[in-house]
């Protein structure tokens, strides 16, 4: 009997990783997402030279000083030192945006590494990997659709950092990204902001963040073929998006896919009854149909 020693395709792989939210690797799991462009991607030599980066700062013996100079120690070394930072300055960060441009190079971890340029969730990840090995009780958090750091300091302080250049966000700062050009209502989030506590985002949810970013790339480039890719890597990922599987049905009805439209378009309608969505996925099945 012969073995099957051919590696197993790029969304099969990705299904592998992402199957247990125990253990998630996330670093992996990440820099996985470029395999649809880039399949022979050797994900070791990635994982690899994180390691090389994690090597470097262990070097500097910061393990036994406080947080604070912790927190400057390893700023300085990401953002100064190795020189990460954004694609290009972005005038404003938008709601829903994390920095960068739209070309899809900057939201690939491999890329992000070999560059040193990139949109913010890749730098944030790479500046969490790095911040374990400090002993920083540092996560991503969602704020405003934007993947932020949040570093706990203890005596239920946290500080919030842009990981875009590193610099801490002020709760002024914080409304100002909730509710943009909105002076008034920002005041308003401001007085409440010291209080608040951001949710730590889950590995899962941040590539799902990930894959959103690219997925919104593609369907403004109109680019259907990688628009489909993303889109079977979030249904990988979480089978029960059920907007992701309509969405995913209309990219095969533009890709000429009609069955495999039709079996989407089915799948969605049982399990959604009502609404705009639904009328209109109904409507885009009829017609599907007819097309047979």
């Not at 540092?138 to 949040?150: E, K």
């Not at 302080?157 to 509710?179: C, F, K, M, T, Y």
């Amino acid at each position: 009997m012969l073995m099957n020693l051919q590696p197993p395709a790029p969304l099969e792989y990705f299904a592998s990783l992402v199957q247990s939210d125990k253990g998630f690797p996330l670093i992996e799991a990440a820099a996985s997402l470029a395999q649809d462009e880039y399949p022979q991607l050797d994900l070791q030599q990635v994982l690899d030279d994180v390691e090389r980066l994690r090597a470097r700062l262990n070097q500097r013996g910061i393990h036994y000083l406080t947080v604070a100079e912790r927190l400057i120690r390893l700023n300085l070394f990401f953002y100064d030192e190795l020189q990460f930072g954004p694609h290009h300055e972005p005038r404003e960060r938008h709601a829903n945006h994390d920095g960068g441009d739209e070309d899809p190079e900057n939201h690939y971890l491999h890329h992000v590494l070999a560059q040193r340029q990139g949109s913010a969730v890749p730098l944030a990840l790479l500046w969490l990997e790095l911040a374990k090995d400090v002993y920083l009780n540092a996560h991503g958090v969602f704020f405003a659709g934007q993947l932020l750091i949040r570093v706990l300091p203890g005596q239920g302080q946290q500080i919030v950092i842009d990981p875009l250049n590193g610099r801490s966000l002020s709760p002024a700062h914080l409304a100002q990204r909730l509710h943009p050009g909105d002076a008034r209502m920002a005041a308003l989030v401001e007085q409440r902001m010291p209080g608040l506590l951001l949710q730590t985002a889950t590995p899962r949810e941040i590539i799902a963040h990930m894959l959103r970013n690219l997925q919104a790339i593609f369907e403004a480039q109109r680019d259907f073929a990688r628009l489909l890719g993303v889109q079977n890597r979030l249904m990988t990922l979480l089978p029960t998006d059920w907007e992701t599987l309509r969405e995913r049905a209309l990219t095969y009805r533009q890709l000429g896919l009609v069955e495999r439209a039709i079996e989407d378009l089915q799948q969605y309608l049982a399990h959604v009854h009502q609404g705009p969505c639904a009328q209109e996925a109904a409507q885009a099945l009829e017609q599907l149909r007819m097309q047979r």
